[in-house]
């Protein structure tokens, strides 16, 4: 008969029992270096990183909880699919995996919350507010400006960003965008270090 090997993962240990046919269950503790545990879509989230992520998620769930008195005119979705580096750097990555929410209010400002893989894949987290301006007097391409704070550049890369002492940096982004029906596309500009194209899709108009 095999021995069979049970594994039960706890927060600082993995306990294994080792059994067979002529020997009893042996318990075998391993205390490995922990530090990451399974977060959404395979992504990993170190347990220092949840009181900030935590934060600015309740933050946007405030904002929802507002949705009437911000009198909101649709919500969006998006991922990203590209991303280009102005510079060359061999521990850039090329897509962020973004993840992102916002709305749009009937007088065009806009709020919103994404979760992405910075340009060294480290987790990051972007909690912002704008506006949004038609382009060529229609109703399909648009201009917008959006500002707020930027989690996640830590070392060695903290300084890749300005006034991030406080692990913490104040961010602006713009991005041209093109909408048709319930369908998005955006080109956001990520200031001098890259840019990043986006998919999506709009849902939860007042006319639904």
């Not at 075998?28 to 922990?34: F, S, W």
């Not at 530090?35 to 347990?47: A, C, E, W, Y």
Request: charged share 15%; net charge neutral; with cysteine.
């Amino acid at each position: 008969m095999a021995t069979k090997e049970l594994f039960f993962f706890m927060p600082n240990a993995i306990y294994v029992k080792k059994c067979s046919l002529f020997t009893p269950c042996v318990k075998i503790i391993m205390n490995p270096d922990i530090t990451h545990t399974p977060g959404l879509l395979g992504r990993t989230v170190s347990p220092s990183k949840l009181p900030a992520i935590l934060t600015l998620a309740m933050l946007l769930l405030t904002a929802v909880g507002n949705a009437n008195a911000l009198d909101i005119a649709e919500w969006r979705f998006q991922t990203s699919i590209y991303t280009h580096h102005w510079s060359s750097d061999p521990d850039h990555v090329s897509n962020s995996k973004l993840l992102g929410i916002e709305f749009e209010t009937t007088n065009r400002w806009i709020g919103g919350f994404g979760y992405f893989d910075n340009s060294f894949g480290q987790p990051s987290q972007y909690l912002y507010a704008g506006y949004e301006w038609p382009l060529f007097k229609t109703d399909w391409a648009y201009f917008k400006l959006t500002g707020g704070l930027l989690h996640g550049y830590k070392d060695p890369y903290e300084d890749k960003i300005p006034l991030n002492g406080l692990g913490i940096a104040p961010a602006i982004v713009p991005a041209f965008g093109f909408k048709y029906k319930r369908v998005l596309t955006e080109i956001q500009i990520l200031g001098t270090a890259a840019l990043t194209w986006t998919v999506g899709f709009n849902f939860g108009q007042k006319s639904d």
